[in-house]
């Protein structure tokens, strides 16, 4: 059934490396965000994927993963799966009391800067320097042997996780600088990526998993957990959709 599948679609030849495992779209970095069935494309990468980050008022300069150890409690959802316009309006960021705002209601952020101890404002992000993040189920299994525990949601950054039922540990490390499919969406490969993790200066409450020995394991891999890619064409992109290698 996958072959007639991949037919239908010109890939007669074509490699299948594995199968889109899950999805993470994260509206406002640097805060936590969810893990959808279904996303849209566009633009080079996800519909409202890190569409806002969180700076600094006085210099502009973007919000650390640590500035505060709130932080992870904070997350940012779509409430429609596929939403598409007026992605502000559809925004909700949760605080760690557990209550939710509207995007555009100043409280989560007022909140946020007094645990922070400074102002913070909200900038919209340019298209150009939001590339997906992926990392293969194998790699992220290792990352969390090393951590000792699993890891937490705001600390996994990886939009996509890709199982590969034969692959080790960075095995697609082999696919920087080549073009692949997942479901009818096609995506090039572009280079390593720096933030698919978040390893170090982040401590989680409650968390039991170490983060020198993430850090560690990070720095002995170059620096970089994961891939950066951006998407051609396509309109969405499923889990469960098959992974295929195209050139």
Known sequence: MLEEGLD???????EVVGRLVALNRFPVEPIGGESPNTVLLASGGFVGDRVYEICESST???L??????????YAA???????????DRWTRVRTPSGKEYTMTDGGWLAELSHAVGFPLVLARRAAETNPLRLVSRPTLR???R????????????ANMVVDMSEGKAFDEDQWKGRRIRIG???????????DCIVSRGVQIQGS????DLLAGLVQIHGGHLGLAARVLEGQRMRTGDPVVLVD
């Open 146 to 157: 090393t951590y000792g525990a699993p890891l937490e949601p705001f600390r996994l950054r």
């Open 208 to 211: 039991p998993g170490d983060t």
């Open 8 to 14: 239908g679609l010109g890939l007669e030849l074509a």
């Open 64 to 73: 650390a993963p640590s500035a505060t150890s709130e932080l992870p409690s």
């Open 60 to 62: 502009g300069a973007p």
């Open 142 to 144: 290792l990352a969390e």
């Open 77 to 87: 959802r779509y409430l429609e799966d596929l939403v598409a316009e007026e992605l």
């Open 184 to 194: 009818q969406a096609l995506l090039e490969v572009a280079d390593y990526a720096a």
